[in-house]
């Protein structure tokens, strides 16, 4: 009776007969608001696995036991993550007369769980997508772009004076103006698009499904990319100081046969390059420069 795991009895149609004291304290529905209805009809939610929830119904027509893990709601409307166990009663013939369902409480397991996941995926200061979750899109984008013959573009963007920002103001005001960039990326792009944090000051844009030809696929990127750097230009207030802090832009476009690592290194070579132009500018790649660093790599070793 005062038992904090939460067990129904059910008829041969699933319908609830009894439930204790610890099935109505996690749902909320007492004994006689359940009686004659089914779990399904009381706490069922549309968030639970479909795969789930195929398996429970096959439980009741074949009449058999199960266990499987639900997203079920309370009474309130809350949402709580369970482990069911559904166990058949049969009479002295072996025929099934009534059903069991005893559900224990996983919630905190799910949170802690999707909270794991995030910290693995995502940058706990701007919560962008980090470097491993961007990789992961970027192979999906390529793999895309090859398929649909659609065009796509990674842009890497590093702030031109942080530093600055971290000397005079301190790492509190510099990651309150990471934030404040990140912010204004996100913004100044499509929602399907992925905005990223490497990590420091660097943050790498992916823009996908982009539609041809060449020449407007081109001019489309260019816009975006000024529209991130004005948005990036304009002054950010750090307390009670006003600092500008612009950024410079590389660009690669997507090829079928590219990797993630070589569109990333590509769209970095192209970054430095609008550094070397005095900074709040972009630049596309251009294979020379590949070509230069390789050859600068080259004479070092030979040295």
């Known amino acids: 009776q005062h038992s904090t795991t939460a067990v129904l009895l059910m008829d041969v149609e699933g319908r609830i007969t009894w439930l204790n004291q610890g099935f109505a304290k996690m749902t909320g529905y007492s004994l006689e608001e359940a009686t004659g209805r089914t ?69 905190a397991n799910r949170a802690a769980q999707e909270h794991i996941s995030h910290l693995a995926y995502f940058d706990p200061l701007t919560q962008l997508p980090n470097r491993a979750l961007l990789r992961d899109r970027l192979a999906h984008a390529v793999a895309a772009s090859d398929r649909h013959s659609k065009g796509g573009a990674v842009m890497f963007i590093d702030l031109d004076n942080f530093k600055a920002v971290n000397d005079t103001q301190g790492h509190d005001a510099g990651d309150e103006l990471l934030i404040h960039a990140a912010k204004r990326i996100s913004a100044a792009v499509r929602e399907t698009d992925t905005v990223a944090r490497l990590g420091g000051d660097e943050f790498v844009l992916l823009l996908d499904t982009l539609a041809p030809p060449p020449a407007d696929f081109v001019r489309q990127v260019a816009m975006i990319g000024h529209k991130v750097l004005s948005a990036l230009a304009q002054p950010y207030v750090l307390g009670k100081t006003e600092f500008v802090c612009a950024a410079s832009m590389g660009i690669t476009l997507m090829a079928a046969d590219a990797t993630p690592s070589a569109l990333l290194q590509q769209a970095d070579l192209a970054m430095y390059q609008a550094k070397k132009m005095g900074g709040n500018a972009l630049c596309f790649f251009d294979p020379a420069m590949q070509d230069s660093v390789a050859q600068r790599v080259g004479l070092e070793q030979d040295l």
């Open 39 to 107: 779990a399904a009809e009381l706490i069922r939610s549309d968030q639970s696995d479909q795969a789930a929830l195929e398996l429970l119904d096959r439980c009741f027509k074949q009449r058999i036991g199960c266990q499987v893990k639900l997203v079920n709601r309370r009474k309130d409307g809350q949402v709580i993550a369970e482990w069911q166990s559904i166990s058949a009663i049969t009479n002295a013939d072996g025929h099934v007369t009534h059903y069991t369902a005893t559900f224990y409480d996983i919630t």
